[in-house]
């Protein structure tokens, strides 16, 4: 009686399984728990002397200035929906344009019909988030290095030594706690990127991951409308 043969399978119509994305590093975050929150002061309401005006002539100023100044706020206003437009049409092009590269430009240009331009200008200053989870998901491996907690105590928290932040803070709430002044200590917590985020980001990360995590941590974005001979911009 002949065996049946023993079934073979080919490795290579076996699928691997698959595997599971590697976990992205935790960002490094202090626990400012013992130490009260800011709040804003509130402002009390003040009276003051009231200049005379026996013609008539200080109701004219006040009258003029008023109405000149709501002409001017308006005027404002509308330039500066204008600027906000113009910086959201300008940021996909910064983006994509600087894709890839290690010399990134500080400004883009826009030009009117006439050859008149103004510049957009992009600084190495971020606006923080508390959302560290959306940064560590769009940032992942790179989270580390280039995003760090930052928090105040009429310091700035994120350039102290990270071998010493949690001593010294340890040190500071005992030091106050010692003469009865626990109150007068706030803190405010923020994470936001390193200085040298601002450019590595072209070659780390492709354009969508860019737009990502310009929602979370929007770059400092400004139209400069007064420009320099040469081509340097006017501060």
């Known amino acids: 009686m002949k065996k049946p043969k023993a079934q073979t399978t080919n490795a290579a119509t076996v699928a691997a399984p698959l595997k599971a994305p590697a976990p992205a590093p935790a960002l490094r975050k202090v626990s400012l728990a013992g130490f009260a929150t800011q ?11 009231l200049l005379p005006d026996p013609d008539g002539q200080v109701a004219e100023i006040v009258t003029s200035i008023l109405e000149k100044s709501a002409q001017v706020e308006a005027l404002e206003g509308a330039v500066e929906l204008e600027k906000a437009e113009l910086i959201a049409l300008a940021k996909p092009f910064y983006f994509t344009h600087h894709h890839g590269q290690n010399a990134v430009a500080s400004s883009v240009e826009a030009r009117a019909a006439d050859g008149k331009a103004v510049r957009v200008g992009f600084s190495n200053s971020y606006r923080g988030t508390s959302d560290d989870m959306a940064i560590a998901r769009i940032a992942g491996e790179h989270v580390t290095r280039y995003f760090k907690q930052s928090f105040e105590l009429k310091i700035k928290g994120d350039v102290i030594p990270d071998a010493v932040v949690e001593p010294l803070l340890a040190e500071l709430q005992e030091l106050f706690a010692r003469y009865g002044a626990s109150a007068a200590l706030s803190a405010k917590a923020t994470i936001k990127p390193t ?3 601002h450019t590595a980001r072209h070659t780390l990360f492709s354009v969508e991951q860019n737009h990502e995590l310009d929602k979370v941590v929007p ?9 320099g001979r040469g081509g340097s911009d006017d501060e």
């Not at 402002?43 to 002397?49: E, L, M, N, Q, T």
């Not at 770059?219 to 420009?227: G, P």
Request: aromatic share 8%.
């Open 219 to 227: 770059i400092s974005a400004s139209v400069k409308t007064k420009l």
């Open 39 to 49: 709040t804003p002061a509130s402002k009390s309401a003040k009276a003051y002397p």
């Open 195 to 197: 200085k040298e985020f």
